[in-house]
T-cell receptor, first 111, second 118 residues
Framework: QKEVEQNSGPLSVPEGAIASLNCTYS??????FFWYRQYSGKSPELIMS??SNGDKEDGRFTAQLNKASQYVSLLIRDSQPSDSATYLC???????????WGAGTKLIIKP | GAVVSQHPSWVICKSGTSVKIECRSL??????MFWYRQFPKQSLMLMAT?????????EQGVEKDKFLINHASLTLSTLTVTSAHPEDSSFYIC??????????????FGPGTRLLVL
């Protein structure tokens, strides 16, 4: 079982709709969770971080964390074509600084 | 957010030559830097972790004599690909964390260096 799992997609969402991206992780003691966006040919950029159960909102983005079920999700409201990218989920456990990466979900926003 | 730069952004070299990639944290002191490699349509693969003034810790399967990492200061880390071969062609990305490296630390990524070995 992979440590951090994401559906590779592509996930196709019409412009203006809500895009929902999911990530599950296997290490129960994981403490911090990150969503990065990566455009084709570019390096990842941080979208959001979340550390506590529940929702965290930042503009059109909402991260949701459920430690009991070991999943973290990212919702993108009012999706725009510029949101089309690969979204990477990363999880850090207690013991070191390293992030464990998911393979990424490719999101396509159709105009 | 914190800014990380990489140089060069693109490099093409002949097989057998060595290539040095620089990673700089511009507005923070990076106590720890990470080097990743990413092949087309694949996710990030951590190559090594380096702390300023210490030897880098390499991930399993990464040859430390081929990928030389030097973290000489809190703002500069270098990756040297020695005797590069076409299979080393990839997108190399560095990242850094500031502060003491607690579990809430965010990794800030450089823009990446695309290496093509002919």
């Amino acid at each position: 079982q992979k440590e951090v799992e994401q559906n590779s997609g592509p996930l196709s969402v019409p412009e203006g709709a809500i895009a929902s991206l999911n990530c599950t992780y296997s290490d129960r003691v994981s403490q911090s969770f990150f969503w990065y966006r990566q455009y084709s040919g570019k390096s990842p950029e941080l979208i959001m971080s979340i550390y506590s159960n529940g929702d965290k909102e930042d503009g059109r983005f909402t991260a949701q964390l459920n430690k009991a079920s070991q999943y973290v999700s990212l919702l993108i409201r009012d999706s725009q074509p510029s949101d089309s990218a690969t979204y990477l989920c990363a999880v850090r456990n207690r013991s070191n600084y390293q992030l464990i990466w998911g393979a990424g979900t490719k999101l396509i926003i159709k105009p | 957010g914190a800014v990380v730069s990489q140089h060069p952004s693109w490099v093409i070299c002949k097989s057998g030559t060595s290539v040095k990639i620089e990673c700089r944290s511009l507005d923070f002191q990076a106590t720890t830097m990470f080097w990743y490699r990413q092949f087309p349509k694949q996710s990030l693969m951590l190559m090594a972790t380096s702390n300023e003034g210490s030897k880098a810790t390499y991930e399993q399967g990464v040859e430390k004599d081929k990928f030389l990492i030097n973290h000489a200061s809190l703002t500069l880390s270098t990756l040297t690909v020695t005797s590069a071969h076409p299979e080393d062609s990839s997108f190399y990305i560095c990242s850094g964390i500031q502060g003491s490296g607690g579990w809430q630390e965010t990794q800030y990524f450089g823009p990446g260096t695309r290496l093509l070995v002919l």
